[in-house]
T-cell receptor, first 114, second 112 residues
Framework: KAGVTQTPRYLIKTRGQQVTLSCSPI?????VSWYQQTPGQGLQFLFEYFSETQRNKGNFPGRFSGRQFSNSRSEMNVSTLELGDSALYLC?????????????FGPGTRLTVT | DQQVKQNSPSLSVQEGRISILNCDYT??????FLWYKKYPAEGPTFLISISSIKDKNEDGRFTVFLNKSAKHLSLHIVPSQPGDSAVYFCAARTAAGNKLTFGGGTRVLVKP
């Protein structure tokens, strides 16, 4: 099976702009979660989507949003970018039965805000 | 409020010896604990997990131990290999869903 794919891999944006990142989960996986990794805060949970519905949300401002499509692909959007949004954004997918909590991560999108 | 902590930012070990990585947590609602390995410019790779009702889980060279009373878990890698050099993250989740809470990571260097 193909792994989790994320596009684009690298992105440079300017403060105030908005950005959309895309994630394609492993085939058959219906849960998609997003995480932000920064040197200062580590890996932090953004939100989780399951069957096109947001099921969990982390402690991030409303500028961070996401959605999931009927084919389980997901996008996350960050509006009014700030310098502090520079980070590695990781997407992870899980199968319907996730009894052991495993999530499978994509390679991430490196976002740089200047 | 850091619910999952890895107090050792780095660890250096000789090839063939044991690597022991530690993790402490505060939330007694966590039902699963997981270990991930991460190389630079890649996403984390799942290694092994343990249910909160167990105290040990083994998979090849990797063994995870859970001490619920101490709210502490550890990952043992035996024998350590140079390819194990990476950053290791401890993570935990509650039964409420797929939200993983991560520790800060431990960078492991295995010397040949």
């Amino acid at each position: 099976k193909a792994g989790v794919t994320q596009t684009p891999r690298y992105l440079i944006k300017t403060r105030g702009q908005q950005v959309t990142l895309s994630c394609s989960p492993i085939s058959g996986h219906r849960s998609v979660s997003w995480y932000q990794q920064t040197p200062g805060q580590g890996l932090q949970f953004l939100f989780e989507y399951f069957s096109e519905t947001q099921r969990n949300k982390g402690n991030f401002p409303g500028r961070f949003s996401g959605r999931q499509f009927s084919n389980s692909r997901s996008e996350m959007n960050v509006s009014t970018l700030e310098l502090g949004d520079s980070a590695l954004y990781l997407c992870a997918s899980s199968p319907l039965t996730f009894t052991s909590g495993e999530q499978y991560f994509g390679p991430g999108t490196r976002l740089t805000v200047t | 409020d850091q619910q999952v902590k890895q107090n050792s930012p780095s660890l250096s070990v000789q090839e063939g010896r044991i690597s022991i990585l530690n993790c402490d947590y505060t939330n007694s609602m966590f039902d699963y604990f997981l270990w991930y390995k991460k190389y630079p410019a890649e996403g984390p790779t799942f290694l092994i997990s343990i249910s909160s009702i167990k105290d040990k889980n083994e998979d090849g060279r990797f063994t995870v131990f859970l001490n619920k009373s101490a709210k502490h878990l550890s990952l043992h890698i035996v024998p350590s290999q140079p390819g194990d050099s990476a950053v290791y993250f401890c993570a935990a989740r509650t039964a409420a869903g797929n939200k993983l809470t991560f520790g800060g990571g431990t960078r492991v260097l295995v010397k040949p």
